[in-house]
């Protein structure tokens, strides 16, 4: 039998390894990126992304997050909603063990975060008197420096093991011809008796409009709309020292909307991310080399009810309009200017205590590219974080719009991630069951045991 994967990030990665290991199907891989270790577009090579087609930052062996940080969260709690995949939290936890041991014997960092109990139960209390949920849970850093390396040991190896890559090749339309499924790239076709899907959270787009063509069913779910905040490493050297990438969500006072942080860099670099519409902004953190700074999202959750329900398409245009108002390139603000709804200039980012570690922005005003509730949400939660994170509202911390998560667009599945399509799996971020490595894994090895149980 013939199985097709379209996308090299973690969910076809591990598709891949566990049909190789168990099965002597004929697997091939299709990825519109480069192999991970020619992938150039990371630290301040990241400003010169507009050289890349596609990205380098999210697309290649790898998928985004071999480039983004290499965090791997090794809990059922982050990244994903067991109840969403029809299986219970000790499931999921089983099955990152397994993902785990991949990592580690590909090269991962032996070191783990957020194991002390006495100071996770310290930085809870202190969240939950101001009314702010602390998210914990083991994690282990990789590093975007050696996170490539990584993933270049684990995609040799599955060469080795049988497993066929096309790198560099996008695929255009997926069709059914017969019982076959057909994989349509600029020059050539694939045809395959399954197809595991996994194209990432930068093709979550591009599949949206493939499965509305097959008759795929899915559902709109929330999108989170916000900033990248840049503050002194100092500051968050508290936090660190308990949990690498402390997961914090609050309510806010104006608008009682969640807010959470994300994505963590403790001596990280604020990065670009370069769409064919538009451009965002992220975060990474190397093992080697260090800044003096420390960043992570600050995210509003955006639900929309009818007669707009379409959560992907406001968040495009949210971004879009950023991108004009940033004249291509994202917006950079001082958190004071922010707050007292005045335009932030080069004069007076240099009047920071920090330098920002992305120099390709425009200084300018957040609040002409954000709506004004998702503005409101941020100011109020940077304010309230100062009790957890102190010294992150002070006048000099730096905000970098937009930043957009879209995690929009869910597809109903089976426990094996089948959609309503039979032999049509949908895995990784892209399905709207994962927001992260872990659980984009998790999701691919669980469409190939879906595979496995019917051959």
């Given at each position: 039998?013939?199985?097709?994967?379209?996308?090299?990030?973690?969910?076809?990665?591990?598709?891949?390894?566990?049909?190789?290991?168990?099965?002597?199907?004929?697997?091939?891989?299709?990825?519109?990126?480069?192999?991970?270790?020619?992938?150039?577009?990371?630290?301040?090579?990241?400003?010169?992304?507009?050289?890349?087609?596609?990205?380098?930052?999210?697309?290649?062996?790898?998928?985004?997050?071999?480039?983004?940080?290499?965090?791997?969260?090794?809990?059922?709690?982050?990244?994903?909603?067991?109840e969403s995949i029809h299986h219970t939290p000790k499931e999921v936890e089983c099955y990152i063990s397994k993902v785990d041991e991949?990592?580690?014997?590909?090269?991962?960092?032996?070191?783990?975060?957020?194991?002390?109990?006495?100071?996770?139960?310290?930085?809870?209390?202190?969240?939950?008197?101001?009314?702010?949920?602390?998210?914990?849970?083991?994690?282990?850093?990789?590093?975007?420096?050696?996170?490539?390396?990584?993933?270049?040991?684990?995609?040799?190896?599955?060469?080795?093991?049988?497993?066929?890559?096309?790198?560099?090749?996008?695929?255009?339309?997926?069709?059914?011809?017969?019982?076959?499924?057909?994989?349509?790239?600029?020059?050539?076709?694939?045809?395959?008796?399954?197809?595991?899907?996994?194209?990432?959270?930068?093709?979550?787009?591009?599949?949206?409009?493939?499965?509305?063509?097959?008759?795929?069913?899915?559902?709109?779910?929330?999108?989170?709309?916000?900033?990248?905040?840049?503050?002194?490493?100092?500051?968050?050297?508290?936090?660190?020292?308990?949990?690498?990438?402390?997961?914090?969500?609050?309510?806010?006072?104006?608008?009682?909307?969640?807010?959470?942080?994300?994505?963590?860099?403790?001596?990280?670099?604020v990065t670009e991310e370069r769409y064919p519409d538009f451009v965002m902004v992220n975060g990474h953190a190397k093992k080697e080399?260090?800044?003096?700074?420390?960043?992570?999202?600050?995210?509003?959750?955006?639900?929309?009810?009818?007669?707009?329900?379409?959560?992907?398409?406001?968040?495009?245009?949210?971004?879009?309009?950023?991108?004009?108002?940033?004249?291509?390139?994202?917006?950079?603000?001082?958190?004071?200017?922010?707050?007292?709804?005045?335009?932030?200039?080069?004069?007076?980012?240099?009047?920071?205590?920090?330098?920002?570690?992305?120099?390709?922005?425009?200084?300018?005003?957040?609040?002409?590219?954000?709506?004004?509730?998702?503005?409101?949400?941020?100011?109020?939660?940077?304010?309230?974080?100062?009790?957890?994170?102190?010294?992150?509202?002070?006048?000099?911390?730096?905000?970098?719009?937009?930043?957009?998560?879209?995690?929009?667009?869910?597809?109903?599945?089976?426990?094996?991630?089948?959609?309503?399509?039979?032999?049509?799996?949908?895995?990784?971020?892209?399905?709207?069951?994962?927001?992260?490595?872990?659980?984009?894994?998790?999701?691919?090895?669980?469409a190939a045991e879906g595979i496995i149980s019917k051959s």
């Amino acid at each position: 039998m013939d199985v097709l994967i379209i996308g090299a990030g973690p969910a076809g990665m591990f598709a891949a390894e566990k049909l190789a290991n168990e099965t002597d199907h004929k697997i091939t891989v299709i990825e519109m990126g480069k192999e991970s270790t020619f992938r150039k577009c990371q630290t301040q090579s990241m400003d010169l992304c507009t050289q890349c087609d596609p990205c380098e930052i999210y697309a290649g062996i790898g998928g985004a997050g071999a480039l983004s940080d290499g965090k791997l969260n090794l809990t059922p709690n982050i990244g994903g909603d067991p109840e969403s995949i029809h299986h219970t939290p000790k499931e999921v936890e089983c099955y990152i063990s397994k993902v785990d041991e991949v990592f580690l014997k590909y090269g991962a960092d032996t070191e783990v975060y957020g194991v002390d109990e006495d100071d996770l139960s310290f930085l809870s209390r202190k969240a939950s008197s101001n009314d702010i949920e602390f998210i914990s849970g083991k994690q282990r850093h990789m590093g975007s420096d050696r996170t490539p390396l990584i993933m270049d040991k684990f995609y040799k190896d599955l060469k080795a093991k049988g497993v066929k890559f096309y790198t560099k090749t996008k695929i255009e339309v997926i069709e059914v011809r017969g019982k076959k499924f057909v994989a349509h790239s600029k020059d050539k076709e694939f045809v395959g008796d399954y197809l595991i899907v996994a194209p990432g959270r930068a093709g979550a787009y591009w599949f949206r409009t493939q499965a509305r063509n097959l008759g795929i069913t899915n559902q709109y779910g929330p999108i989170d709309v916000g900033v990248r905040a840049e503050f002194p490493a100092t500051i968050y050297e508290p936090v660190e020292d308990i949990m690498y990438d402390a997961k914090f969500k609050l309510y806010t006072s104006t608008y009682d909307d969640m807010v959470r942080t994300f994505c963590t860099n403790p001596k990280g670099f604020v990065t670009e991310e370069r769409y064919p519409d538009f451009v965002m902004v992220n975060g990474h953190a190397k093992k080697e080399e260090k800044s003096e700074n420390t960043n992570l999202a600050i995210l509003s959750r955006i639900e929309l009810t009818d007669p707009v329900e379409d959560t992907t398409e406001y968040g495009r245009s949210i971004a879009r309009l950023a991108t004009t108002i940033g004249g291509g390139k994202p917006i950079l603000q001082r958190f004071k200017d922010l707050e007292t709804g005045r335009r932030s200039t080069w004069g007076r980012i240099k009047r920071s205590q920090i330098k920002p570690t992305l120099k390709s922005v425009t200084p300018g005003d957040i609040s002409m590219a954000l709506p004004h509730r998702i503005v409101t949400n941020i100011v109020e939660a940077v304010e309230r974080l100062d009790s957890v994170i102190e010294g992150i509202a002070s006048d000099s911390t730096l905000i970098y719009a937009p930043e957009i998560k879209f995690y929009d667009t869910k597809y109903p599945v089976t426990k094996y991630m089948e959609t309503n399509i039979p032999n049509l799996f949908v895995t990784g971020d892209a399905s709207g069951h994962s927001r992260g490595i872990v659980y984009a894994a998790v999701t691919g090895i669980l469409a190939a045991e879906g595979i496995i149980s019917k051959s």
